[in-house]
T-cell receptor, first 112, second 113 residues
Framework: SQQGEEDPQALSIQEGENATMNCSYKTSINNLQWYRQNSGRGLVHLILIRSNEREKHSGRLRVTLDTSKKSSSLLITASRAADTASYFCATDGTTGRRALTFGSGTRLQVQP | DSGVTQTPKHLITATGQRVTLRCSPRSGDLSVYWYQQSLDQGLQFLIQYYNGEERAKGNILERFSAQQFPDLHSELNLSSLELGDSALYFC????????????FGPGTRLTVL
């Protein structure tokens, strides 16, 4: 079963709007990462947040982490059509920090 | 471009056959991870090697095996293929033994007919 569950499963917005995706996980973690996947292609690492961090920014991306609720959110501001992709959260808690366990992903569609 | 290369990009084969997928990690990365992505199971971790040694196993079937060679490239061998093995197989690499940022290759799309 998946460690993380993303919410929503699919999201459709207009260019310029903000997109928020949420991820919940089950076990304790050392870090949580977000990845992007364009259709049928490899995953691209977006951002890593460690368990002792609460918020992190990278360009138009903002990630928050609440370890008490075992949840994280990814905010993409001022979205662009090129942001259309699937977004996955990944945690390291279930494999002794040796591999990532991925959520089911959020499919984001940004309409031009 | 992540710096991780995988060959071949596409593979079409028949049930019962055996195939080998190849991965070259980023320069300097010692860990290689294999993942399987299918529509029904999502992204699943298969196995990890670090500097030639197996470090962690996930949901890898007994029909599947992997190894990492002295030059750090890795191969994933899939045998007695079944229709359900059709999936995208990704290789990822990282510098260390533990899972900080992993860099993913473009994947090999396996179709079993």
């Amino acid at each position: 079963s998946q460690q993380g569950e993303e919410d929503p499963q699919a999201l459709s917005i207009q260019e310029g709007e903000n997109a928020t995706m949420n991820c919940s996980y089950k076990t304790s973690i050392n870090n949580l990462q977000w990845y992007r996947q364009n259709s049928g292609r490899g995953l691209v690492h977006l951002i890593l947040i460690r368990s002792n961090e609460r918020e992190k920014h990278s360009g138009r991306l903002r990630v928050t982490l609440d370890t008490s609720k075992k949840s994280s959110s990814l905010l993409i501001t001022a979205s662009r059509a090129a942001d259309t992709a699937s977004y996955f959260c990944a945690t390291d808690g279930t494999t002794g920090r040796r591999a990532l366990t991925f959520g089911s992903g959020t499919r984001l569609q940004v309409q031009p | 471009d992540s710096g991780v290369t995988q060959t071949p990009k596409h593979l079409i084969t028949a049930t019962g056959q055996r195939v080998t997928l190849r991965c070259s990690p980023r320069s300097g990365d010692l860990s290689v991870y294999w993942y399987q992505q299918s529509l029904d199971q999502g992204l699943q971790f298969l196995i990890q090697y670090y500097n030639g040694e197996e470090r962690a196993k996930g949901n890898i079937l007994e029909r599947f095996s992997a190894q990492q060679f002295p030059d750090l490239h890795s191969e994933l061998n899939l045998s007695s293929l079944e229709l359900g093995d059709s999936a995208l197989y990704f290789c990822a690499s990282s510098v260390g033994d533990f899972s900080d940022t992993q860099y993913f290759g473009p994947g090999t799309r396996l179709t079993v007919l």
